[in-house]
C-alpha cells in the first residue's frame, strides 16, 4: 500500500510492554512524507507509548523504528523533528520566561554549544511567532497566557527550527472549540503550504478528520490505517464501546 | 566605614568575598529555584561542614593539615556530594527530591560524628555555622576568587542550555542538548559556589543567599534574564548592609544578610500588594 522509499517514520512491528503489561502489540505503520496523520485510540491506548518509542525515550522489546531510514537509536538530525508534548502545557506556570525566551529553547540544539543566538535566529522566531499568530505577545510571560495560547507559543518552539516532521501529543485538550478550529487551520495550512509531515495524537475524531490525510486507530494493536476518506467509511465503534458515537460530518464525500 | 576599612585587611576581605558571592549566590540561585531545588543549596552546605570536620578530626594527627585551610576539604566534599545526589536523581527518577534528604542526614551524621573525635564544639564551630567577618583571610579571597572566574565562565557558556533544561527537560533531550552532563556540571557549581559562601554566610544561612533574592527577582522580573539582574540586585543590597551593620553592632554577619534579604523580599511583595490595590480603584 505505502511506497517505503517515502516513509519518513517507519514502526515496523513494534511490541512494547511495561513490566508485564503488554501496550502495544506488532504495531506497523509508514508516515508518509507530506501527510497529516491523525493518530486516535482511548486512554491508555498506547498512543504517548508510541510516540516516546519514535523519539526514543523508549526502546521497543521487539521491532524496530526508523527516522528518515535511520535507526532511532543511531539518529542524529533530531532538528529535523519537532514535538509537542502532552504534558507541554503542564509547566511550572511561575516559571519566569517571556514567549519570545521559551520559543528561543527551540534553536538551543540546532545553534549547539558554546554558540549564541545570532540577529537571524531572533527573526526567525519573530517569524515563527508571526505564523502562529502570537507576534504581539513576544515580551509577555508565558504563565500570564491562556490555554490555547500557550499551546501556540509551544508549537512555535517545535517550529522554530524548521523541522520537517511535526508531532503533537494531544495538543487540543482543554482548549476552546474555537480554539480547536484555529488550531486545525494553522496544521493544515504547516502540512500544505510548509510541506511539514504531521503526527498528531488525538481523542477528538470527529474534529480531526475534516483536516488530516490519512488515520490510524490503535488499541495495542493498530485496528486501522488508512485515507481519511477511507476511515470515515469503516466503523469503528468496537474500538470506543457502543455510548460513543462517531460524528458525522456536513460536507459529503461523493457518496458510498 | 572606610577608614576602618584602610585600617583593617580582614574588613577589605571580607567585603571582597561578599561583594563575589553576593553576585554567584543569587546567579545560581535563579537556577536552583526554577529547576524546584531550593533544598539543594542546604544539603550541600552541610555536606561542606562535614568536609571541614573531616579535616579537624585528621589534622589532630596529621599536623601538617593544620597550615591548610579546612575549606578545600569541605569544598571537596561538597564536590562529591554533587556528584553522588546526582546520581540519587537518576536512581530515584520519580522521587528525585529524595536525593537532598539523604545527603542532608549523611552530612550531619557523619559532621556530628568527626566534630565530637576532634573536640571540634567550641567557637570556630559557632563561626562556621554562622558566618564570621574576621576569619576572611586573604587564602579565602584567592579561593573564591579562582571559583567565581570559573563558575562566571561555565554558567556564560551554559545559559542557554541551562534555561532550557530548568524549563524542560524532556524537550531539552531531544533537542539533543547533553542534560546529564550539563546537570552534572551545575551540582558541581552549586558544590563550589555554596561551598565558598560559607566563611561569611555560615552553614545554616547559606541558603537564604541563594533563594531569598530569587524569590523577590521572581515578582518583580518580566523575563529569565531580568530575574538574574534582580536577583543580584537585592542579593548585592544584602550583603553590603548585612557586612557593615554585623561589624559596627558585632554579630554574625550570615544573620544580618538573612535578615537584609528577607526586608527586600518583604518590601517587594507589599509593594506589589499595594500595586495592585492602586489599580483596582
Ligand atoms: N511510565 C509508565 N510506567 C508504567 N506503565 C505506564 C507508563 N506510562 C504508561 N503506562 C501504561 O501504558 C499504557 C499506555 O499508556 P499511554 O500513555 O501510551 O496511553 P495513551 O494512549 O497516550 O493514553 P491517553 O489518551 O490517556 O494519553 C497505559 O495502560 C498506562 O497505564
Ligand atoms: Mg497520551
Redesign the interface.
Known sequence: MSTQENGVIQIENVSFRYGTQNVLEKVNLTIEQGSFLGLAGPNGSGKSTLIKIILGFETPDMGRVTLFHVPVSKFKNWEKIGYVSQKANSFNTGFPATVYEVVSMGLYGKIGLFRFLNKKHKKKIDETLQLVGMREFKHRSIGELSGGQQQRVFIARALVSEPEVLILDEPTVGVDTQSVQQFYHLMSHLNREKKITLLLVTHDIGAMTKYVTHVACLNKRLHFHGSSHDFEESELSSLYGHDVTMITHEHDHGGA | MLEVMWKYDFLQYAFFVGIVIGFLAPVLGVFIV?R?QAMIADALSHITLTGIAFHLYLAQSATFLQTVHPLYMGMGFAVAGSIIMERLRNVYSAYKELAVPIILSIGIGLGVVFLSLADGFNNDLFQYLFGSIIAVSQGDVWLISVVALVVVLLLF??Y??L??M???E?????????VRSVNLLFSVMAALVIASSMRILGILLVSSLSILPVAA??QV???????FLYAVLFGEISVIAGLITAFYLDVAPGGMIAIFALILLLLVLSGKKYDKIRRLR
Open positions: 526554577v524546584r557558556f551554559f542557554k542550555e534555561f532550557f530548568s524549563f524542560d524532556e524537550q531539552a533531550k531531544i533537542s539533543s542538548i547533553p527577582a521572581m522580573a518580566k523575563s529569565f534574564k531580568q530575574t
